[in-house]
């Protein structure tokens, strides 16, 4: 049973960081219909520029709250210098794009910090907490509660405020937004400044415990991408619960089959969304009419 327990726990934590990043691809899919695959990068930004300004000296807090807002600003100039600029596009070709923006991220990354791997301290130690004969660190804890409170306070925005109001309304009909009155750009640079910082704020919660390096983004964006896919593209609530359940699996697979295999667990999930569950576990079936 602990054993169980110590799995499930390790799942937890990992689909939390999932969850996170999941949330990301939902708010720019709301937005835009595109799907980010930079949004991997923007969790290894936050991991990266954590660890560099805290080498610098600064405190950790302040090097966190940093590298989230310089995250954020980077994900403003990738829909300002990229998206905007393509927006006749078809999705595909603004899907492709953001996987260019992401290699060049990538690549810009390797030469400004380096190629090693970093980590900084926990937020409160590394003291492990016991639980019914399983441990988990309390950084997880950290992480676990950071998925749910920007989960809570999406939803919040997304509901009791006029401008969150607006970013549904453009999700749901840019033309009709923009006829009463919606500055639609200022949406879609809303939602990617969100974006970049959930994804950001990922990564400052999860390095001091898989630890980051320039090139961890593209996990990251192929699970949450698969988190988002399992919960219904597009469906927060979705994404919160597709990520926790995708962590879940690959703690299980990990404990009971073998670590190798934990990785693969994302792609399973993504052939079984498309084979048996198009849209979802909270996804809407859509129709058109002809």
Same mark, same amino acid.
């Given at each position: ?17 999932? =969850? ?26 936050? &991991? ?6 805290? !080498?610098?000296?600064? @405190?950790? *807090? ?44 990538? &690549?810009? =990354? ?10 900084? @301290? ?24 950071? =998925? ?36 639609? @750009? ?10 970049? &910082?959930?994804? =950001? ?6 390095? *001091? ?21 399992? &919960? ?45 569950? @198009?849209?979802?576990?909270? !996804? ?7």
């Amino acid at each position: 049973m602990s054993e169980l327990l110590q799995f499930l726990l390790s799942g937890v934590t990992v689909g939390a960081v999932y =969850a996170l990043v999941a949330l990301g691809f939902t708010i720019i899919y709301n937005a835009s219909d595109v799907v980010n695959f930079a949004q991997g990068e923007f969790v290894m930004l936050g &991991g990266m520029m954590t660890v560099f300004a805290y !080498g610098a000296g600064a @405190p950790l *807090p302040l090097a966190a709250l940093a590298a989230i807002v310089a995250t954020a600003a980077l994900g403003v100039a990738m829909n300002k210098l990229a998206i905007e600029t393509a927006r006749g596009a078809p999705v595909v070709s603004l899907v492709i794009i953001t996987i260019g923006v992401s290699i060049f991220i990538r &690549g810009g =990354a390797q030469l400004v910090f380096d190629k090693q791997i970093h980590s900084f @301290p926990a937020f409160s130690g590394d003291d492990p907490l016991r639980l019914w004969g399983a441990t988990i660190l309390p950084q997880s804890l950290w992480v676990i509660g950071g =998925a749910i409170a920007v989960f809570v306070g999406l939803w919040l925005f997304f509901t009791r405020t006029l401008l969150g109001r607006a970013v549904l309304a453009t999700s749901n009909n840019r033309l009709a937004a923009q006829l009463v009155g919606i500055n639609t @750009p200022f949406v879609m640079t809303l939602s990617f400044a969100l974006s970049a &910082g959930i994804g =950001a704020l990922a990564g400052v919660l999860v390095t *001091p415990i898989t630890l980051t390096s320039y090139d961890v983004g593209l996990a990251f964006a192929l699970k949450g991408f698969a988190a988002a896919m399992l &919960g219904g593209m597009g469906n927060p609530k979705g994404a919160l619960v597709g990520g926790f359940l995708l962590g879940v699996l690959e703690g299980l697979t990990a404990g009971y089959l073998s670590s190798q295999y934990k990785d693969a667990a994302a792609f399973v999930v993504i052939l079984g969304v498309l084979f048996f569950l @198009p849209q979802g576990l909270f !996804g809407r079936k859509s129709t058109e009419r002809v």
